[in-house]
């Protein structure tokens, strides 16, 4: 999107039993059912969604000048050239071979394996993780969501009940944040792709879809205990002066967990910037108010 359209107000591991498990710095993330990657799914003869590399904003958005400044810097020039001159982009990069390296004039054996090692790890570091989610089934979530996901803020919304005290009445209450922020990512995405895909005079682009699936992933980072009885009845009671919202409360969580847990680089590794940031947290919040001095 334009900068007029971005403004949001314009708008496995295995355990001992065989159970599938992701792990983060030692700490287990696991929805009690498998987590398997796309591959799998394929192998298995379940197709993943039709928009999943639409809805990417790694390799499969790079130009042909960006692909080729990237084999630069790992000392492929001739490579990058050779690129540059059949205009190959990232869109196609994990359909390139060796015989077709070869035809390309790249003829030293050491750099095509080179370079089909670089696609390789770009592959493995963009892939999306599929989460087997209670409700949605199979999830793809982009992988800087999961980074976001492995921090401990995020996790923290594990110990945190959907439906706050109804949990003490109702047993099976038992859902918490954690795994509604993941639904609402998911949901999110779809949304946001279906609009790129339906309404192309929007201008939506990857960037933008990414940054709605952010929003919908951290949404409700900012909740106290009990959820909404937290903000609704305690800081009521406890301290009636005080405009607390758990919106709020959220875009403070996301800055800190973007500072606290280093993913500035992260961000721009997927070519986030300050400003998708800013609108992230607009979706989040609604507009972000300016200092009027």
Avoid at 30 to 42: N, T
Avoid at 269 to 282: A, H, M, P, S, Y
Wanted: proline fraction near 4%.
């Amino acid at each position: 999107m334009n900068d007029r359209k971005r403004k949001a107000k314009d708008l496995p591991f295995t355990n001992g039993n065989g159970a599938h498990i992701l792990k983060k710095n030692n700490s287990e993330v696991s929805f009690g059912q498998p987590v398997v990657e796309e591959e799998d799914l394929l192998s298995d003869g379940i197709s993943s969604t039709q928009e999943s590399n639409s809805g990417g904003t790694g390799e499969q958005s790079w130009s042909a000048d960006h692909l080729a400044k990237k084999l630069k810097e790992i000392g492929l020039s001739e490579v990058a050239q050779k690129f540059k001159e059949h205009n190959i982009s990232g869109a196609v990069l994990d359909m390139i071979t060796e015989e077709q390296l070869t035809t390309m004039g790249i003829d030293k054996i050491g750099d095509r394996l080179e370079v089909l090692k670089f696609i390789r790890g770009i592959s493995e570091e963009h892939k999306r993780k599929v989460f087997n989610d209670p409700v949605h089934g199979h999830t793809e979530i982009h992988p800087l969501c999961v980074k976001i996901i492995d921090t401990p803020q995020f996790q923290r919304l594990r110990y945190l009940k959907q439906l706050g005290a109804c949990y003490f009445v109702y047993p099976g209450a038992g859902h918490n944040r954690f795994e509604h922020c993941i639904g609402v990512c998911h949901l999110a995405g779809q949304l946001a792709r279906t609009l790129k895909k339906r309404q192309p005079e929007l201008d939506i682009t990857n960037k933008d879809v990414l940054c709605v699936e952010i929003a919908g992933l951290c949404h409700d980072l900012g909740h106290g205990p009990f959820s909404h009885l937290f903000d609704g009845k305690f800081i009521p009671t406890v301290r009636p002066e005080l405009k607390w919202k758990h919106e709020d409360a959220s875009v403070k969580m996301f800055d800190y967990l973007i500072e606290e847990n280093e993913l500035r680089k992260e961000f721009e590794r997927f070519g986030l910037t300050e400003q998708d940031i800013t609108f992230v947290k607009e979706q989040i919040a609604g507009p972000v108010k300016k200092n009027k001095n």
